[in-house]
């Protein structure tokens, strides 16, 4: 089962920044969140992952809490090709049980004109 | 660089029959995993290979089974296919071994079991 909570659906508006949160409460000192999205009926697509600290790249930032029980993944400048389904996943270090990635339902994300 | 690839695109079978899909991981990735995904629902881990090994496995039944070849490409077999193995199948490659091994997905093979 997955680990983390996320919310079924959301709306943003093209250009506003789109702000997507994860609940995952049972984190392990060495397990990473991890954020990938699914464009409809294509594989997902990597977007970014961290450990503890804030992360940013050229498509998003992850924003972890202190205690690393919940995370935000932030879509600075949304446009409509950012409509996805986005996947908050918990995933431990290589060669351990949790090493796959555990998808949930995710959040349908979508941005209106 | 070329990504993930996998064969074919769409495939269509009956019941009863087996299917051979492929995927060819990321140049320098020596790791691939397969992932199930049903209408509705998000991927579901079926194998992960490393080195021509399984790695680890999904809680799939016997009728799956999969390998990877010395050049790390894999193929994932599904015997005596039932009409609820029709679903999107979707490889991922990674290189392995590191503590953030991300993994990179293909499109997919769109399987209808008819």
């Known amino acids: 089962d997955a680990k983390t909570t996320q919310p079924t659906s959301m709306d943003c508006a093209e250009g506003r920044a789109a702000n997507l949160p994860c609940n995952h409460s049972?984190?392990?000192?060495?397990?990473?969140v991890y954020w990938y999205r699914q464009i409809h009926s294509q594989g997902p697509q990597y977007i970014i992952h961290?450990?503890?600290n804030n992360e940013t790249n050229e498509m998003a930032s992850l924003i972890i809490t202190e205690d690393r029980k919940s995370s935000t993944l932030i879509l600075p400048h949304a446009t409509l090709r950012d409509t996805a389904v986005y996947y908050c996943?918990?995933?431990?270090?290589?060669?351990?049980?949790?090493?796959?990635?555990?998808f949930g339902k995710g959040t349908l994300l979508t941005v209106n004109p | 660089d070329a990504g993930v690839t996998q064969s074919p695109t769409h495939l269509i079978k009956t019941r009863g029959q087996h299917v051979t899909l492929r995927c060819s991981p990321i140049s320098g990735h020596k790791s691939v995993s397969w992932y199930q995904q049903v209408l509705g629902q998000g991927p579901q881990f079926i194998f992960q290979y490393y080195e021509k090994e399984e790695r680890g496995r999904g809680n799939f039944p016997d009728r799956f089974s999969a390998r990877q070849f010395p050049n790390y490409s894999s193929e994932l077999n599904v015997n005596a296919l039932l009409l609820g193995d029709s679903a999107l199948y979707l490889c991922?490659?990674?290189?392995?071994?590191?503590?953030?091994?991300?993994?990179?997905f293909g499109p997919g093979t769109r399987l209808t079991v008819l």
């Open positions: 961290g450990l503890k």
């Open positions: 996943i918990v995933r431990g270090p290589p060669g351990g049980s949790n090493y796959k990635l555990t």
């Open positions: 049972t984190i392990s000192g060495n397990e990473y």
């Open positions: 991922a490659s990674s290189l392995w071994g590191l503590t953030t091994d991300t993994q990179y």
